[in-house]
T-cell receptor
Framework: AAGVIQSPRHLIKEKRETATLKCYPI?????VYWYQQGPGQDPQFLIS???????DKGSIPDRFSAQQFSDYHSELNMSSLELGDSALYFC???????????FGPGTRLTVT | GDSVTQMEGPVTLSEEAFLTINCTYT??????LFWYVQYPGEGLQLLLKATKADDKGSNKGFEATYRKETTSFHLEKGSVQVSDSAVYFC????????????FGSGTRLLVRP
């Protein structure tokens, strides 16, 4: 069965650079969530989209922005990167907001 | 706000031992409850879920029952295997507009042969 695809899987950036993370949801899933997992921590909700509209926003820095496109894939744009942004970034998708979420393998971002 | 509390790890067991990982929650309304498992270097996999009180979720020998009276969703397995070694996250999906997941801090399980 098709799963959530995230790219790239690994990304190394320097401080103050920008990064773009991409997420391709499971076919026919219309809802995308982004989570950030710091080292040894639990995943923290960043932002979500339903039918290409932002549905909720969590602890996402103003330096980050995201959108969902007409084909339902989503991109998380991160600017002025800081060392503290180093983390695993997970995307999850669901068929509507009331169903269980399926997670991608994550993008490991390292900021040096 | 909504929150999830899990027992701290690591939990170290011998193969074929009984496993319990405690999870309690605080939430308004009637959240859905989940257990996710994360193997080393991998993403989060949904292990089981329960959407209403007294529901029992089960998968791969793992079970958890939604107990509204004690606001708990403890994970159990009768006989663990080395391959069960992973981090287990309890999570809830609340009644807000997006149904985002709120996770507990995770419990690392190490099963020794």
């Amino acid at each position: 069965a098709a799963g959530v695809i995230q790219s790239p899987r690994h990304l190394i950036k320097e401080k103050r650079e920008t990064a773009t993370l991409k997420c391709y949801p499971i076919p026919r899933h219309d809802t995308v969530y982004w989570y950030q997992q710091g080292p040894g921590q639990d995943p923290q909700f960043l932002i979500s989209f339903y039918e290409k509209m932002q549905s909720d926003k969590g602890s996402i820095p103003d330096r980050f922005s995201a959108q969902q496109f007409s084909d339902y894939h989503s991109e998380l744009n991160m600017s002025s990167l800081e060392l503290g942004d180093s983390a695993l970034y997970f995307c999850a998708s669901s068929a509507g907001t009331v169903y269980e979420q399926y997670f991608g393998p994550g993008t490991r971002l390292t900021v040096t | 706000g909504d929150s999830v509390t899990q027992m701290e790890g690591p939990v170290t067991l011998s193969e074929e031992a009984f496993l319990t990982i405690n999870c309690t929650y605080t939430a308004t309304g009637y959240p859905s409850l989940f257990w996710y498992v994360q193997y080393p270097g991998e993403g989060l996999q949904l292990l089981l879920k329960a959407t209403k009180a007294d529901d029992k979720g089960s998968n791969k020998g793992f079970e958890a029952t939604y107990r509204k009276e004690t606001t708990s969703f403890h994970l159990e397995k009768g006989s663990v295997q080395v391959s069960d070694s992973a981090v287990y996250f309890c999570a809830l999906s609340g009644m807000d507009s997006s149904y985002k997941l709120i996770f507990g801090s995770g419990t690392r399980l190490l099963v020794r042969p």
